[in-house]
């Protein structure tokens, strides 16, 4: 089921994203930059799974196994997501 919350704005799902990363590779959400890759942060293939199950969970959306790899820098993956809710809709 879809979060309520899922009617995003950009900003506010690259926050919600920043700070789950931040979580699995230990740094401050202010640190993940959206222009840099995940991995330069730490964000490995079980992280990254990890994430894809949460960002599943808080969206309700069904992501590919490989959204990470497709989509490997915050503000890119933001963008993908916000296209798949909105075709989702």
Do not use: F
Request: no cysteine; hydrophobic share 40%; proline share 7%.
């Amino acid at each position: 089921m879809q979060n309520p919350e899922a009617e995003q704005s950009e900003d506010n799902l690259q926050a919600w994203l920043a700070q789950r990363v931040a979580t699995y590779v230990r740094r401050s959400p202010e640190e993940i930059e959206p222009d840099v890759p995940l991995a330069e942060y730490g964000l490995d293939s079980v992280y990254a799974l990890t994430l894809s199950g949460d960002i599943e969970d808080y969206l309700g959306l069904s992501l590919e196994p490989t959204v990470m790899w497709d989509h490997p820098t915050l503000g890119m993956l933001v963008k993908a997501l916000l296209q798949d809710l909105a075709k989702a809709r």
